[in-house]
């Protein structure tokens, strides 16, 4: 067992296929060089504590307590329980981070994965990385109650560029790609993400036949992206990109601000522009060799906040 660890997880972005994993769809996703830091040390007085820089949210319990679960990062609270019968020491785990909160950037996956990852080492647990992406979608999905498919913590514990499968016998294949040039634009709108998340959940249960073939269109974008990656066909996965968006429009998972930032990137020359995650604002992707740094100015003349990131492989 490690007396102190310290590890770095990426964010994510999504390249196609958002919220198709809601129906156990294929996805394509990409982790990000934007990093949360995650540390691990033993607690010599044997209790435990969770720790945010960003949120400020201090938790301290002792090791045959139930953790608190009306916290904001109840992430940590719903796993602890999960891998509570291996755990039989105090210990302390503070998290910082520069991913940006409430954005569609995946912080509370990087959060999960990341506490799976320092308690792994930990405790010797010898978690897979695709133990740890599972566990982390159950403590979100099943203990929480979040309305998310398996894109997020699969994207984030495994990193690089990846095709994931994200029905119930999840798994994830590595696209060869060296590079991805693309500009993330932040819209910097207050995100309304679980609302048409709830209202597109009720639609797919009720069989709505407009959402259900946006649904069947972005599944395709999502299959013949993976070809045009592949290929390095830009030409092909900026069409794709643009095809999702417009499936994001008969979804109604749009805003205005997201569509002015989709246009300004390919005024200023990207080959597609996309929203990202649920929707209801957060935040949209370009795709764009040769001019990032163009696009970039254009989205932030247009009122967005822009980053060019490169693929996180660990």
Not at 81 to 96: A, C, S, T
Not at 132 to 137: G, S, V
Not at 249 to 270: F, M, P, Q, R, Y
Request: hydrophobic share 40%; with cysteine.
């Amino acid at each position: 067992m490690k007396n102190k660890i310290k590890v770095k997880i990426p964010g994510r972005i999504c390249i196609l296929g958002d919220k198709v994993d809601l129906l156990k769809k294929p996805v394509i996703a990409m982790a990000i060089t934007l990093m949360m830091e995650i540390q691990y040390e033993e607690n010599p007085d044997g209790m435990v504590e969770f720790y945010s820089h960003d949120t400020n949210e201090h938790v301290t319990f002792a090791l045959n307590e139930k953790p608190p679960l009306a916290i904001d990062l109840a992430y940590w609270s719903v796993l602890f329980e999960r891998l509570r019968p291996k755990i039989n020491k105090g210990f302390r785990v503070e998290v910082k981070s520069d991913i940006p909160i409430g954005c569609g950037l995946s912080t509370s996956a990087a959060v999960s994965v990341g506490f799976l990852k320092v308690l792994n080492q930990g405790f010797n647990l010898n978690l897979t990385t695709k133990e740890i992406a599972e566990l982390a979608y159950l403590g979100e999905n099943h203990d929480l109650g979040i309305q998310c498919g398996r894109m997020d913590q699969y994207s984030i514990a495994f990193g690089g560029v990846t095709f994931i499968h994200t029905d119930e016998n999840p798994r994830v294949e590595y696209l060869n790609v060296e590079e991805l040039p693309i500009v993330v634009g932040d819209s910097l709108e207050e995100r309304k993400a679980a609302s048409v998340l709830n209202r597109i959940k009720k639609q797919i249960l009720e069989k709505d036949p407009t959402t259900l073939n946006a649904f069947k269109v972005i599944e395709r974008c999502v299959l013949e992206g993976k070809e045009a990656l592949l290929k390095g066909d830009f030409k092909k996965l900026g069409k794709l990109m643009d095809l999702q968006q417009e499936q994001e429009i008969i979804l109604n998972a749009h805003t205005d601000k997201i569509l002015k930032l989709c246009s300004v990137a390919k005024d200023a020359g990207a080959l597609g522009a996309k929203q990202m995650g649920a929707g209801g604002g957060g935040c949209m992707l370009a795709l764009c060799p040769n001019n990032q740094k163009e696009v970039a100015r254009a989205i932030e003349k247009a009122g967005g906040r822009a980053w060019i990131f490169n693929i996180f492989r660990y």
